[in-house]
């Protein structure tokens, strides 16, 4: 079964951008304008997403370099959200800590082949996921240190390091960031189902196997 883009597609596009705009008139909520932007901002970078991975899903190299452009992407897309900007480097650091062990498991026991049309799909949604998990801690650890400023300086004076007061202070906060992201864990199957690119490696996977694929999301 396939889905072919075309006026039923654009209509239920544009109904939903409406059914949005509604939402935020009804409820007075600022930011009517940037909901359109972002549509047609999504809808943009989606169409040309898809024409550059349908170029070069054949190819292992580019479809590598691709997967490389997206990871940059999500970098900088969670340092301005997070509003630090200079700390690009600890971010991409930190991302890749949690990418790259996942990265290996999944294909060093062969989850899914070695080719663009199955690494695309799978590690775009962990680089997404990924970067969804950043946003949220970094900006609950932002937030609790301007809340408890007071506590960082008890722990300061009581003669901790830096470092030390600021994790006092983090740690605590860290789980609170990760719900979303475990919730979805927690209702897998029963909730929440793996993403629909997911169909880009069920093609090539015997149907016996397909219980194995999705349980790699």
């Known amino acids: 079964m396939t889905v072919t883009p075309g006026w039923p597609v654009a209509s239920a596009i544009a109904l939903l951008v409406a059914l949005t705009v509604g939402a935020y008139a009804v409820g007075r909520l600022p930011g009517i304008l940037g909901t359109v932007v972002a549509a047609a901002r999504a809808l943009g970078q ?7 991975i349908t170029a070069v899903i054949d190819n292992l190299a580019l479809s590598l370099l691709v997967l490389a452009l997206m990871f940059t992407v999500a970098v900088v897309t969670t340092v301005r959200r997070v509003g630090a900007p200079s700390a690009w480097l600890w971010a991409t650091v930190a991302m890749l800590a949690g990418l790259v062990p996942v990265a290996a498991i999944i294909l060093l026991t062969r ?46 004076a009581l003669g901790f390091e830096r470092t030390q007061a600021i994790g006092r202070i983090v740690h605590r906060h860290v789980p609170e960031a990760l719900i979303p992201g475990l919730d979805q864990v927690r209702t897998a199957g029963v909730v929440t189902l793996p993403g629909p690119s997911s169909g880009c490696s069920s093609a090539e996977v015997p149907r016996p196997r397909l219980p194995r694929h999705k349980c790699s999301y």
């Open 46 to 52: 989606l169409s040309l997403a898809a024409l550059v």
């Open 111 to 156: 989850t899914i082949p070695p080719r663009g049309i199955a690494l695309i799909p799978v590690f775009g949604i962990l680089k997404g996921n990924t970067m969804n998990g950043h946003t949220l801690v970094c900006r609950r650890a932002f937030a609790a240190l301007s809340e408890e400023r007071e506590m960082y300086d008890a722990w300061l």
